[in-house]
Protein backbone atom coordinates (compact mmCIF):
# COMPACT_ATOMS: atom_id res chain seq x y z
CA UNK A 1 0.00 0.00 0.00
CA UNK A 2 1.44 3.25 -0.68
CA UNK A 3 0.07 5.01 2.64
CA UNK A 4 2.54 2.11 4.28
CA UNK A 5 5.42 2.51 2.28
CA UNK A 6 5.20 6.46 2.64
CA UNK A 7 5.15 6.22 6.39
CA UNK A 8 8.23 3.28 6.02
CA UNK A 9 10.30 5.97 4.59
CA UNK A 10 9.66 8.94 6.99
CA UNK A 11 13.37 9.44 8.35
CA UNK A 12 13.14 13.36 9.00
CA UNK A 13 13.17 13.56 12.72
CA UNK A 14 15.68 16.22 12.94
CA UNK A 15 16.78 14.46 16.00
CA UNK A 16 19.85 16.83 16.67
CA UNK A 17 17.20 20.20 16.68
CA UNK A 18 14.84 20.24 19.79
CA UNK A 19 11.39 20.99 19.13
CA UNK A 20 11.18 25.02 20.51
CA UNK A 21 8.97 25.75 23.39
CA UNK A 22 7.89 29.86 22.32
CA UNK A 23 7.14 31.76 25.25
CA UNK A 24 3.70 33.77 24.72
CA UNK A 25 3.79 37.65 24.09
CA UNK A 26 1.26 38.48 26.96
CA UNK A 27 2.31 39.24 30.47
CA UNK A 28 1.25 36.93 33.28
CA UNK A 29 -0.44 34.65 30.48
CA UNK A 30 2.45 31.91 30.32
CA UNK A 31 0.77 29.21 32.56
CA UNK A 32 -2.96 29.68 30.71
CA UNK A 33 -4.29 26.69 29.01
CA UNK A 34 -4.02 26.93 24.95
CA UNK A 35 -7.82 28.63 24.03
CA UNK A 36 -7.09 31.14 27.00
CA UNK A 37 -4.14 32.56 24.86
CA UNK A 38 -5.18 32.22 21.87
CA UNK A 39 -8.05 34.41 22.87
CA UNK A 40 -5.65 36.72 24.30
CA UNK A 41 -3.44 36.83 21.58
CA UNK A 42 -6.37 38.10 18.85
CA UNK A 43 -6.53 41.15 21.70
CA UNK A 44 -3.01 41.55 21.85
CA UNK A 45 -0.58 42.02 18.57
CA UNK A 46 1.97 39.44 18.85
CA UNK A 47 4.64 41.74 17.36
CA UNK A 48 4.71 44.34 20.40
CA UNK A 49 2.40 43.08 23.12
CA UNK A 50 -0.06 46.25 22.88
CA UNK A 51 -3.66 46.57 21.40
CA UNK A 52 -5.45 49.41 20.66
CA UNK A 53 -9.21 48.82 21.63
CA UNK A 54 -12.53 50.70 20.67
CA UNK A 55 -14.95 51.14 23.75
CA UNK A 56 -18.32 51.78 22.69
CA UNK A 57 -20.21 49.70 25.32
CA UNK A 58 -21.59 53.37 27.08
CA UNK A 59 -25.35 52.87 25.99
CA UNK A 60 -25.65 49.97 28.47
CA UNK A 61 -26.18 52.46 31.28
CA UNK A 62 -26.16 55.91 29.20
CA UNK A 63 -28.20 55.09 26.44
CA UNK A 64 -27.22 56.57 22.75
CA UNK A 65 -24.80 59.20 24.48
CA UNK A 66 -23.41 61.31 21.67
CA UNK A 67 -21.50 59.90 18.72
CA UNK A 68 -23.36 56.45 19.65
CA UNK A 69 -26.55 57.59 18.29
CA UNK A 70 -26.11 55.33 15.27
CA UNK A 71 -23.52 52.71 15.90
CA UNK A 72 -23.68 51.67 12.58
CA UNK A 73 -22.81 54.85 11.27
CA UNK A 74 -20.44 56.08 13.77
CA UNK A 75 -18.48 52.94 15.25
CA UNK A 76 -18.30 50.19 12.01
CA UNK A 77 -16.10 52.82 10.02
CA UNK A 78 -13.59 52.82 12.61
CA UNK A 79 -13.91 49.17 12.85
CA UNK A 80 -10.41 48.28 10.38
CA UNK A 81 -8.09 50.46 12.91
CA UNK A 82 -8.85 48.91 15.97
CA UNK A 83 -7.55 45.52 17.14
CA UNK A 84 -10.46 44.99 19.62
CA UNK A 85 -14.09 46.07 19.99
CA UNK A 86 -15.13 46.25 23.66
CA UNK A 87 -19.18 46.46 22.83
CA UNK A 88 -22.13 44.62 24.62
CA UNK A 89 -23.86 41.53 23.36
CA UNK A 90 -26.45 43.79 21.70
CA UNK A 91 -24.76 45.86 19.60
CA UNK A 92 -22.73 43.09 18.59
CA UNK A 93 -25.42 40.90 17.09
CA UNK A 94 -27.72 43.80 16.34
CA UNK A 95 -24.91 45.98 14.58
CA UNK A 96 -21.46 44.47 14.39
CA UNK A 97 -20.89 42.49 11.01
CA UNK A 98 -20.13 39.27 11.29
CA UNK A 99 -17.28 39.81 8.73
CA UNK A 100 -15.59 42.06 11.23
CA UNK A 101 -12.09 40.38 12.37
CA UNK A 102 -11.42 42.18 15.35
CA UNK A 103 -11.16 40.74 18.55
CA UNK A 104 -14.43 41.21 20.63
CA UNK A 105 -14.66 42.22 24.19
CA UNK A 106 -17.95 42.09 25.77
CA UNK A 107 -19.59 43.81 28.26
CA UNK A 108 -20.78 40.73 30.64
CA UNK A 109 -22.14 42.99 34.10
CA UNK A 110 -24.66 45.89 34.07
CA UNK A 111 -27.96 46.72 36.06
CA UNK A 112 -28.16 50.57 37.15
CA UNK A 113 -28.24 53.67 34.48
CA UNK A 114 -27.20 57.11 35.09
CA UNK A 115 -30.24 57.29 36.78
CA UNK A 116 -28.97 55.20 39.67
CA UNK A 117 -25.91 54.23 41.73
CA UNK A 118 -23.65 52.81 38.87
CA UNK A 119 -21.97 50.76 41.53
CA UNK A 120 -24.85 48.30 41.98
CA UNK A 121 -24.06 45.48 39.66
CA UNK A 122 -25.01 42.09 38.68
CA UNK A 123 -23.83 39.48 36.21
CA UNK A 124 -25.53 40.63 32.75
CA UNK A 125 -24.86 37.66 30.78
CA UNK A 126 -23.80 33.68 30.71
CA UNK A 127 -20.22 32.96 29.67
CA UNK A 128 -22.14 30.08 27.44
CA UNK A 129 -23.00 33.29 25.60
CA UNK A 130 -19.95 34.78 25.38
CA UNK A 131 -18.78 31.84 23.52
CA UNK A 132 -21.89 31.64 21.26
CA UNK A 133 -20.26 34.98 19.86
CA UNK A 134 -16.84 34.06 19.73
CA UNK A 135 -15.59 36.74 21.98
CA UNK A 136 -12.35 37.14 23.09
CA UNK A 137 -13.09 38.46 26.25
CA UNK A 138 -15.37 39.05 29.07
CA UNK A 139 -15.30 42.84 31.00
CA UNK A 140 -16.61 43.35 34.43
CA UNK A 141 -16.79 46.58 36.54
CA UNK A 142 -15.24 46.41 39.95
CA UNK A 143 -15.79 49.31 42.20
CA UNK A 144 -13.17 48.79 44.78
CA UNK A 145 -14.37 51.16 47.72
CA UNK A 146 -17.61 51.83 46.48
CA UNK A 147 -20.73 50.95 48.06
CA UNK A 148 -21.25 47.71 46.70
CA UNK A 149 -17.86 46.75 46.26
CA UNK A 150 -18.28 43.02 47.35
CA UNK A 151 -20.90 42.28 45.19
CA UNK A 152 -19.10 43.93 42.29
CA UNK A 153 -15.94 41.57 43.46
CA UNK A 154 -18.42 38.66 43.43
CA UNK A 155 -19.34 39.11 40.36
CA UNK A 156 -16.07 39.34 39.12
CA UNK A 157 -14.60 35.83 40.33
CA UNK A 158 -18.03 34.21 39.08
CA UNK A 159 -16.67 35.48 35.93
CA UNK A 160 -13.39 33.90 36.17
CA UNK A 161 -14.29 30.55 37.35
CA UNK A 162 -16.67 30.22 34.24
CA UNK A 163 -14.22 31.78 31.81
CA UNK A 164 -11.76 29.45 33.16
CA UNK A 165 -13.92 26.47 32.20
CA UNK A 166 -14.16 27.43 29.04
CA UNK A 167 -11.46 29.26 28.07
CA UNK A 168 -12.93 32.58 27.99
CA UNK A 169 -10.59 35.66 30.00
CA UNK A 170 -11.82 37.96 31.75
CA UNK A 171 -10.90 42.37 31.79
CA UNK A 172 -11.59 43.59 35.17
CA UNK A 173 -12.26 47.11 35.01
CA UNK A 174 -11.10 49.53 37.85
CA UNK A 175 -14.88 51.50 38.28
CA UNK A 176 -14.54 54.78 39.92
CA UNK A 177 -17.13 56.33 39.13
CA UNK A 178 -17.73 59.76 40.79
CA UNK A 179 -16.82 59.77 44.11
CA UNK A 180 -13.73 57.62 44.44
CA UNK A 181 -10.12 59.27 43.42
CA UNK A 182 -7.93 58.41 40.54
CA UNK A 183 -4.62 58.47 42.30
CA UNK A 184 -2.20 56.17 41.68
CA UNK A 185 -2.73 54.54 45.61
CA UNK A 186 -5.96 53.84 44.38
CA UNK A 187 -5.52 52.30 41.25
CA UNK A 188 -2.46 50.44 42.56
CA UNK A 189 -4.79 48.34 45.32
CA UNK A 190 -7.63 48.28 42.89
CA UNK A 191 -5.70 46.81 39.85
CA UNK A 192 -3.61 44.83 41.69
CA UNK A 193 -7.39 43.40 43.72
CA UNK A 194 -8.68 42.45 40.09
CA UNK A 195 -5.77 40.43 39.10
CA UNK A 196 -5.21 38.67 42.36
CA UNK A 197 -8.77 37.60 41.97
CA UNK A 198 -8.10 36.09 38.59
CA UNK A 199 -8.64 38.54 35.98
CA UNK A 200 -6.28 38.44 32.68
CA UNK A 201 -6.76 41.89 31.91
CA UNK A 202 -6.84 45.14 34.03
CA UNK A 203 -8.17 48.25 32.38
CA UNK A 204 -8.03 51.31 34.30
CA UNK A 205 -6.97 54.96 34.22
CA UNK A 206 -3.88 57.14 33.32
CA UNK A 207 -2.53 58.45 36.29
CA UNK A 208 -0.22 61.48 35.82
CA UNK A 209 1.87 60.42 38.31
CA UNK A 210 3.15 57.41 39.38
CA UNK A 211 1.67 55.49 36.67
CA UNK A 212 4.46 53.30 35.70
CA UNK A 213 4.02 51.96 39.77
CA UNK A 214 0.52 50.88 38.57
CA UNK A 215 1.64 48.55 35.31
CA UNK A 216 4.87 47.33 37.35
CA UNK A 217 2.03 46.02 40.66
CA UNK A 218 0.12 44.19 38.35
CA UNK A 219 1.07 41.23 37.15
CA UNK A 220 -1.23 40.88 34.55
CA UNK A 221 -1.58 43.51 31.49
CA UNK A 222 -2.70 47.05 32.13
CA UNK A 223 -5.08 48.62 29.20
CA UNK A 224 -5.14 52.33 29.68
CA UNK A 225 -9.10 53.36 30.04
CA UNK A 226 -9.29 56.51 27.93
CA UNK A 227 -12.34 58.51 30.16
CA UNK A 228 -13.22 62.20 29.55
CA UNK A 229 -12.74 63.95 25.86
CA UNK A 230 -9.57 65.99 25.82
CA UNK A 231 -7.98 68.39 23.16
CA UNK A 232 -6.56 65.65 20.47
CA UNK A 233 -2.77 66.32 21.53
CA UNK A 234 -3.63 66.01 25.38
CA UNK A 235 -5.55 62.37 24.66
CA UNK A 236 -2.56 61.30 22.03
CA UNK A 237 -0.17 62.39 24.93
CA UNK A 238 -1.60 60.43 27.24
CA UNK A 239 -1.94 57.34 25.27
CA UNK A 240 1.83 57.72 24.43
CA UNK A 241 2.76 58.08 28.20
CA UNK A 242 0.57 54.94 29.35
CA UNK A 243 2.48 52.85 26.73
CA UNK A 244 6.08 54.17 27.72
CA UNK A 245 5.23 53.72 30.96
CA UNK A 246 3.92 50.14 31.07
CA UNK A 247 0.63 50.15 29.69
CA UNK A 248 0.03 47.05 26.87
CA UNK A 249 -2.28 49.51 24.97
CA UNK A 250 -5.44 51.64 25.15
CA UNK A 251 -9.36 51.12 25.46
CA UNK A 252 -10.72 54.29 23.81
CA UNK A 253 -14.16 55.19 23.39
CA UNK A 254 -14.82 59.22 23.51
CA UNK A 255 -11.39 60.28 22.69
CA UNK A 256 -12.35 58.93 19.55
CA UNK A 257 -16.38 58.69 18.15
CA UNK A 258 -16.75 62.20 19.45
CA UNK A 259 -14.06 63.91 17.30
CA UNK A 260 -15.15 65.55 14.48
CA UNK A 261 -12.56 63.52 12.47
CA UNK A 262 -13.10 60.04 14.07
CA UNK A 263 -11.47 57.96 11.55
CA UNK A 264 -8.45 59.90 11.45
CA UNK A 265 -8.12 59.97 15.27
CA UNK A 266 -8.17 56.16 15.88
CA UNK A 267 -5.62 56.17 13.11
CA UNK A 268 -3.35 58.79 14.99
CA UNK A 269 -3.73 56.52 17.85
CA UNK A 270 -2.79 53.47 16.15
CA UNK A 271 0.50 55.14 15.66
CA UNK A 272 1.04 56.15 18.92
CA UNK A 273 0.49 52.86 20.51
CA UNK A 274 1.50 50.49 17.46
CA UNK A 275 4.08 53.17 15.67
CA UNK A 276 5.94 54.56 18.21
CA UNK A 277 4.81 57.91 16.88
CA UNK A 278 5.40 61.13 19.44
CA UNK A 279 2.16 62.61 20.72
CA UNK A 280 3.41 66.05 18.13
CA UNK A 281 3.57 63.55 15.02
CA UNK A 282 0.22 61.60 16.18
CA UNK A 283 -1.03 64.90 16.18
CA UNK A 284 0.26 65.90 12.63
CA UNK A 285 -1.09 62.53 11.62
CA UNK A 286 -4.43 63.57 12.63
CA UNK A 287 -4.62 67.33 11.24
CA UNK A 288 -3.26 65.37 7.85
CA UNK A 289 -5.76 62.80 7.40
CA UNK A 290 -8.89 65.21 9.01
CA UNK A 291 -7.34 67.72 6.11
CA UNK A 292 -6.85 70.62 9.29
CA UNK A 293 -9.19 69.64 11.94
CA UNK A 294 -7.96 70.62 15.59
CA UNK A 295 -9.46 68.73 17.40
Known amino acids: MADLEGNIAAKQYFLQTPQVNTTFHVKGAGSLDFGMKHRLGRIFDAADGRTVMLAFDHGYFQGPTSGLERVDLSIVPLAPYADALMATRGIIR ?12 VRATGGPSILKDLSDERIAMDMEDAARIDAAAVACQVFVGGEH ?3 SIHNLTQLVDAGLRLGIPVVGVTAVGTNLTRDARYLRLASRMIAELGAQVVKTYY ?12 PVPII ?59 LDLYRELSHGEQD
Request: net charge negative.
Open 224 to 282: MAGGKLLPVLEALTMAYSAVTQGAAGVDMGRNIFQRKDPVAMIQSVRGVVHGDLKPHEG
Open 149 to 151: ETQ
Open 207 to 218: TDEDFETITASC
Open 94 to 105: SVIPASATNALV
